[in-house]
């Protein structure tokens, strides 16, 4: 069982689209991590959630505690913003739980 | 640019042998983290040290080791090479010792195992 699931896996959308990624994490996770792999493989950290709502430039993350869910909005999408988004979930034993990723394609 | 610095970019080996790979964590952070990325097991936490001390341990193996040193910066040590050791291996690092932290990640080192 995967303490981190996130879906959907492969994502393709055209320049302007809203975008909503999700990942839902087990009983343990006390916070929430959005990253994004650039497509040279270089990791760059979005957002750190524990509760409410992050926003910074085009892109939102919500997390909700009760049913332990988190979504990544992307608000007019543009094709620089094609790369994997991953969602980390660490323990309380800062033992961190990956999700699978979430490829996403913008097509000008 | 992060800040967090790794070496060597590319390393390519036989099986069996024993490799170190390095990271030098940004200025003023405390923690690191260190990370596998392979094709076929997405990103895996391997274990984080907290100034010096290990803090937190994931899926390593034992053939694994790391440490950090005084300066700060990290060391992982993988021996007794296999194909399936074969991946990327990030660190990142942040100031403080707790998940709430915001992580810098490394450009990676890619192993290559023959």
């Known amino acids: 069982k995967n303490e981190v699931e996130q879906s959907p896996q492969n994502l393709t959308a055209q320049e302007g689209e809203f975008i909503t990624i999700n990942c839902s994490y087990s009983v343990g996770i006390s916070a929430l991590h959005w990253l994004q792999q650039h497509p040279g493989g270089g990791i760059v950290s979005l957002f750190m959630?524990?509760?409410g709502k992050k926003k910074h430039g085009r892109l939102i993350a919500t997390i909700n505690i009760q049913e332990k869910h988190s979504s990544l909005h992307i608000t007019a999408s543009h094709p620089r913003d094609s790369a994997v988004y991953i969602c980390a979930g660490p323990n309380t034993g800062n033992q961190f739980y990956f999700g699978t990723g979430t490829s996403l394609t913008v097509i000008p | 640019d992060s800040g967090v610095t790794q070496t060597p970019k590319h390393l390519i080996t036989a099986t069996g042998q024993r490799v170190t790979l390095r990271c030098s964590p940004r200025?003023?952070?405390?923690?690191v983290y260190w990370y596998q990325q392979s094709l076929d097991q997405g990103l895996q936490f391997l274990i984080q040290y907290y100034n010096g001390e290990e803090r937190a341990k994931g899926n390593i193996l034992e053939r694994f080791s790391a440490q950090q040193f005084p300066d700060l910066h990290s060391e992982l040590n993988l021996s007794s090479l296999e194909l399936g050791d074969s991946a990327l291996y990030f660190c990142?690092?942040?100031?403080?010792?707790?998940?709430?932290?915001?992580?810098?990640f490394g450009p990676g080192t890619r192993l290559t195992v023959l």
């Open positions: 990142a690092s942040s100031v403080g010792s707790t998940v709430y932290n915001e992580q810098f």
């Open positions: 200025s003023g952070d405390l923690s």
């Open positions: 959630l524990s509760s």
